[in-house]
């Protein structure tokens, strides 16, 4: 029986040996830039921020201070590496794309690059950036620290050239949060004329802000401007004469389109002549809707807010002005919600919308406390916020409420939109991370 054990013992220590001086040979395994460095294939091949990677191939080395991995030319942190394997963790934003290894250190360089792309999924999430109430609800205009600002019924915003935000108060002022998101301030208070702020809009050169102002003297101010000179504390009037509830500046020629709300009307002011032209009627009396220019102004949508649908119009460049617009999504004065394609879909009062890069238009839906997308194609879809069901909460697109949501902007290099929470008293964002 003994003799019958020993050569087992000794087999499995020659197997233990074995075993051993494998594993410290992976242990050990050097880049070696004289052969090629090879990727077989990695896994998951979709994920989001955060997700880890394994990557599969060859002579990756097990020193992870030369090996650099990219999603989609955004590098990856590497977490690990053995020999035929890479741990890499997924970066933010990383979109869809290859995935590309680089291995080794100045002038002894070795990459490669997947031939299938790694798709990125995003996990929007809503939050508060500043504004609360009290243990009434009650709540006031307060500046200073952004952790102590208070907002009564912010309205519309918009960004400048540094992303610092503007944004109007509800028949209030007019106010500013910095780029850096750490204060806010009171730019004016309405009075004087200037009553009833309803948009704002920056030329494309940052010098002009455009306040238009709905009032109902044919006599009276409609739009007014503010300039860098005073910071934009003081507005100087610009057009008199019309019942102005939407303007829009063109992002690249600069000049002004605005509505005539008794007659339904658009008009255009000329930058370089400072003359006001009638254009055409978008449709009956007592139209309220604004204006708003994709960013290549191209074209703009026609948001007709007490009827409940969006028109397209397009920008006729050799004219100058915008086209006859054509009916896009909603029902004409059909209020309700519905997820739907062009006519079929329904919206409620909705307000201010934002574009992102490919040109899809966020809107806010104002009484049916959501955001809803609208692609180029007139695919209309619920964002964020539970539909006809207000309330206030942060996280997850869909479990999140809102209260009448009146404006948003959006800052593309931060994937991040701005939400006028206009009942919550509230800035809120949604952000992609």
């Known amino acids: 029986m003994l003799q019958r054990s020993i050569p087992l013992a000794i087999c499995g220590c020659l197997l233990w040996s074995a ?14 830039p004289s052969k090629p460095v090879t990727l077989q294939r990695f896994t998951p091949d979709s994920g989001g921020v955060g997700t880890q990677m394994i990557i599969y191939g060859d002579n990756f080395g097990s020193d992870p201070a030369i090996v650099k991995v990219f999603v989609n030319d955004v590098p990856a942190p590497v977490v690990g590496v053995k020999g035929t394997v890479i741990f890499a963790l997924i970066p933010s ?15 002894e360089t070795k990459e490669v690059t997947s031939t299938t792309d790694f798709n990125y999924l995003y996990n929007p999430v809503v939050g508060t950036l500043a504004g609360f109430t009290d243990k009434d609800g009650k709540t006031a205009i307060v500046d200073g620290d952004i952790k102590k600002a208070q907002f009564e019924e912010p309205y519309w915003l918009t960004f400048d050239q540094h992303k610092n935000l503007y944004l109007i108060e509800e028949k209030r002022a007019v106010r500013f949060i910095d780029s850096a998101r750490t204060y806010v301030k009171t730019l004016f208070r309405t ?21 238009t102002n709905d009032q109902w003297d044919e ?32 992002p690249v020629t600069g000049d002004f389109f605005f509505n005539s709300y008794a007659k339904g009307e658009m008009f255009k002011w000329d930058r370089t002549t400072k003359a006001t032209r009638f254009m055409y009627r978008v449709d009956d009396v007592n139209w309220e809707f604004n204006i708003q220019f994709a960013p290549s102004g191209d074209f703009a949508y026609i948001v007709v807010v007490n009827q409940s649908y969006v028109l397209r119009t397009k920008y ?4 100058g002005t915008l086209d006859a617009p054509v009916h896009f999504v909603g029902g004409r004065g059909s209020h309700g919600h519905q997820d739907g394609v062009g006519t079929d ?25 959501c955001i809803r997308k ?18 206030y909460a942060d996280g997850p697109l869909r479990k999140a ?7 948003i902007a959006y800052d593309e290099a931060a994937a991040t939109f701005y939400v006028a929470d206009q009942k919550n008293r509230r800035i809120r964002t949604i952000s992609v991370e």
Do not use: M
């Open 93 to 107: 934003q990383a979109g869809e794309g290859p995935v590309k290894v680089k291995i080794g250190s100045a002038g």
């Open 374 to 391: 609208i692609t180029p194609e007139g695919v209309v879809s619920t964002f964020a916020g539970r539909p006809r069901e207000y309330g």
């Open 345 to 369: 879909a329904r919206f409620d009062h909705p307000q201010q919308g934002a574009f992102d890069k490919n040109n899809n238009f966020y809107l806010a839906d104002v009484r049916n406390h």
């Open 191 to 211: 009075g004087n004329g200037l009553d009833r702020p309803r948009t704002l809009a920056f030329n494309p050169t940052f010098d002009t802000l455009y306040i």
């Open 19 to 32: 075993c051993s001086k494998k594993e410290r040979q992976e242990a050990v395994a050097q880049f070696d």
């Open 316 to 319: 006729n460049k050799e004219t």
């Open 219 to 250: 006599r009276g101010l409609s739009t007014a401007i503010l300039t860098p000179e005073s910071g934009f504390t003081r507005w100087n009037s610009l057009i008199f004469s019309q019942t102005t509830n939407g303007g829009d500046a063109h």
């Open 401 to 407: 409420q809102f209260d009448q949501p009146w404006g």
